[in-house]
């Protein structure tokens, strides 16, 4: 949704602006002159229209200076006049465009809600390029029937606006899914906006959802636009939506319900278009009987459900899944035509992959930068899925003198092997001794929870499993 904010003193004129951009979709905030340049850095717009008397003397500065702001904004001048010159002169100062106020309505109307369609193209554009090319329910190639059963299903999804809740281990692709679903949708020229319930601290995950005014909070310095907002007309992902605290819980129902929301601090609610596609790698069913998810919210986003089987459950998959991420990574990573040898595609289907396709692909990746010939093998795989595991040695350490095929390796690569292995066995401990609280092992280990937690998805570990 594009924020417009609207700085003209004229009554009339302001009341032509407002009703020319009625139906065009946006947030209108009415500023006046003498407040703008305190308003300007604390409250979020993407487009200021401003009457030409209401401009400073220092004009191509304060158009430059509101360009610099986070967001952005373009600026649009309404002139009493027609006058080619000034019209230029402002155009040269940075100005996006520059509108006679004597248009009548319909015209007005017309080059107004331009100029907000050009904002909002340009931000979705962003926003394609930032999450890469679109997914499309075609490319998940399986032999499993299970798999084209679920995908049949997930294509009858594709041009409505359920909610959907996709089940499934940590690994499996759940938001591979939920981008295939919604790129193949009417809502694929809208955003995709992914956000982890799991990786915001609760004391800030309502802000980010819904948003925040200025002062809701201590350091809310500006107001904020959440993920409902920048996911209007688009999808909202939900990821590890178990570990959202009840009270967003109660929020997110509501949004859900009645396509409202109301930022954190705000007495007035917003209109948003979104569709939420939610996943967990939690048993829904348990998390209830415990008290700790809505049954209301489970019914309201688990319309139709979803529920990916893991990568040991269809191993007639692995050796497809491998081939075409080996194809990928070694044409990224300049090591192209490699190949694998049959052994190591033997070993890759004996093993249970605990972190499913997203380990398989790290795996995968690793072996490309391991593999000094033009073949993969047995020795640029990881130990545990050669000889079922570490070896470790008498203070519980991978012992390096014992590792499969590292004694055969320069050293540069052998060094990187025993790293590998002893972060994962560090990151596991840690977590074993905090019994899965990712902040607490975060803090031991002197490193963010976010660096830890792209570490736990880089070697296949869920908290969930040290929490016993």
Same mark, same amino acid.
């Given at each position: 949704?594009?924020?417009?904010?609207?700085?003209?003193? !004229?009554?009339?004129?302001?009341?032509?602006?407002?009703?020319?951009?009625?139906?065009?979709?946006?947030?209108?905030? #009415?500023?006046?002159?003498?407040?703008?340049? !305190?308003?300007?850095?604390?409250?979020?717009?993407?487009?200021?229209?401003?009457?030409?008397?209401?401009?400073?003397?220092? =004009?191509?500065?304060?158009?430059?200076?509101?360009?610099?702001?986070?967001?952005?904004?373009?600026?649009?001048?309404?002139?009493?006049?027609?006058?080619?010159?000034?019209?230029?002169?402002?155009?040269?100062? @940075?100005?996006?465009?520059?509108?006679?106020?004597?248009?009548?309505?319909?015209?007005?109307?017309?080059?107004?809600?331009?100029?907000?369609?050009?904002?909002?193209?340009?931000?979705?554009?962003?926003?394609?390029?930032?999450?890469?090319?679109?997914?499309?329910?075609?490319?998940?190639?399986?032999?499993?029937?299970?798999?084209?059963?679920?995908?049949?299903?997930?294509?009858?999804?594709? %041009?409505? !606006?359920?909610?959907?809740?996709?089940?499934?281990?940590?690994?499996?692709?759940?938001?591979?899914?939920?981008?295939?679903?919604?790129?193949?949708?009417?809502? /694929?020229?809208?955003?995709?906006?992914?956000?982890?319930?799991?990786?915001?601290?609760?004391?800030?995950?309502?802000?980010?959802?819904?948003?925040?005014?200025?002062?809701? #909070?201590?350091?809310?310095?500006?107001?904020?636009?959440?993920?409902?907002?920048?996911?209007?007309?688009?999808?909202? #992902?939900? +990821? =590890?939506?178990? =570990?959202?605290?009840?009270?967003?819980?109660?929020?997110?129902?509501?949004?859900?319900?009645?396509?409202?929301?109301?930022?954190?601090?705000?007495?007035?609610?917003?209109?948003? %278009?979104?569709?939420?596609?939610?996943?967990?790698?939690?048993?829904?069913?348990?998390?209830?009987?415990?008290?700790?998810?809505?049954? +209301?919210?489970?019914?309201?986003?688990?319309?139709?459900?979803?529920?990916?089987?893991?990568?040991?459950?269809?191993?007639?998959?692995?050796?497809?899944?491998? =081939?075409?991420?080996?194809?990928?990574?070694?044409?990224?990573? @300049?090591?192209?035509?490699?190949?694998?040898?049959?052994?190591?595609?033997?070993?890759?289907?004996?093993?249970?992959?605990? *972190?499913?396709?997203?380990?398989?692909?790290?795996?995968?990746?690793?072996?490309?930068?391991?593999?000094?010939?033009?073949?993969? @093998?047995?020795?640029?795989?990881?130990?545990?899925?050669?000889?079922?595991?570490?070896?470790?040695?008498? +203070?519980? /350490?991978?012992?390096?003198?014992?590792?499969?095929?590292?004694?055969?390796?320069?050293?540069?690569?052998?060094?990187?092997?025993?790293?590998?292995? #002893?972060?994962?066995?560090?990151?596991?401990?840690?977590?074993?001794?905090?019994?899965?609280?990712? *902040?607490?092992?975060?803090?031991?280990?002197?490193?963010?929870?976010?660096?830890?937690?792209?570490?736990?998805?880089?070697?296949?570990?869920?908290?969930?499993?040290?929490?016993?």
């Amino acid at each position: 949704m594009v924020r417009v904010l609207v700085c003209i003193e !004229d009554r009339p004129l302001r009341d032509r602006v407002a009703g020319a951009l009625d139906r065009a979709r946006v947030l209108l905030s #009415f500023v006046p002159a003498q407040a703008l340049a !305190d308003v300007l850095p604390s409250q979020p717009c993407d487009l200021v229209l401003i009457d030409e008397a209401q401009l400073p003397g220092h =004009e191509s500065k304060f158009v430059a200076d509101i360009r610099k702001l986070s967001d952005a904004p373009d600026v649009v001048v309404l002139c009493a006049t027609e006058d080619g010159e000034r019209r230029a002169a402002l155009v040269a100062a @940075g100005c996006l465009g520059v509108l006679y106020a004597g248009l009548d309505d319909e015209a007005l109307a017309r080059v107004l809600r331009a100029f907000v369609r050009r904002r909002r193209e340009a931000f979705l554009q962003k926003l394609r390029v930032a999450s890469g090319d679109e997914l499309r329910l075609g490319a998940f190639v399986s032999a499993s029937p299970a798999l084209h059963d679920l995908l049949a299903l997930a294509r009858r999804l594709v %041009d409505t !606006d359920t909610s959907v809740l996709i089940l499934g281990e940590t690994g499996v692709g759940k938001e591979w899914l939920a981008r295939a679903i919604h790129g193949e949708g009417p809502r /694929a020229a809208g955003p995709f906006i992914a956000v982890n319930c799991g990786a915001i601290p609760e004391s800030l995950l309502e802000s980010e959802l819904f948003g925040h005014e200025k002062g809701a #909070f201590t350091g809310a310095i500006r107001s904020h636009r959440g993920h409902f907002e920048l996911a209007d007309r688009g999808t909202l #992902f939900l +990821d =590890e939506i178990a =570990e959202m605290p009840p009270n967003v819980q109660v929020k997110l129902l509501r949004a859900v319900q009645d396509h409202r929301i109301q930022r954190v601090g705000s007495e007035s609610e917003i209109e948003v %278009d979104v569709r939420v596609i939610a996943a967990t790698n939690r048993d829904l069913d348990e998390e209830m009987r415990a008290g700790r998810f809505r049954p +209301d919210l489970y019914y309201r986003i688990g319309v139709v459900t979803l529920s990916i089987p893991p990568l040991r459950e269809r191993p007639e998959d692995i050796p497809k899944l491998a =081939e075409e991420a080996l194809e990928s990574l070694a044409t990224r990573l @300049g090591r192209s035509a490699l190949r694998f040898q049959p052994d190591v595609l033997r070993a890759l289907v004996d093993y249970a992959w605990p *972190g499913n396709v997203r380990e398989l692909v790290n795996v995968v990746e690793r072996a490309v930068l391991l593999c000094n010939g033009s073949r993969v @093998g047995l020795a640029d795989l990881p130990q545990n899925l050669t000889r079922g595991g570490n070896e470790p040695g008498d +203070d519980g /350490a991978p012992a390096p003198n014992r590792a499969n095929g590292w004694l055969e390796m320069p050293l540069r690569q052998a060094r990187r092997g025993v790293l590998d292995a #002893f972060e994962r066995e560090y990151i596991a401990a840690q977590l074993t001794a905090t019994r899965g609280r990712v *902040g607490e092992a975060a803090r031991r280990a002197g490193i963010t929870p976010r660096s830890l937690f792209d570490k736990m998805l880089h070697y296949g570990l869920r908290k969930e499993d040290f929490k016993k």
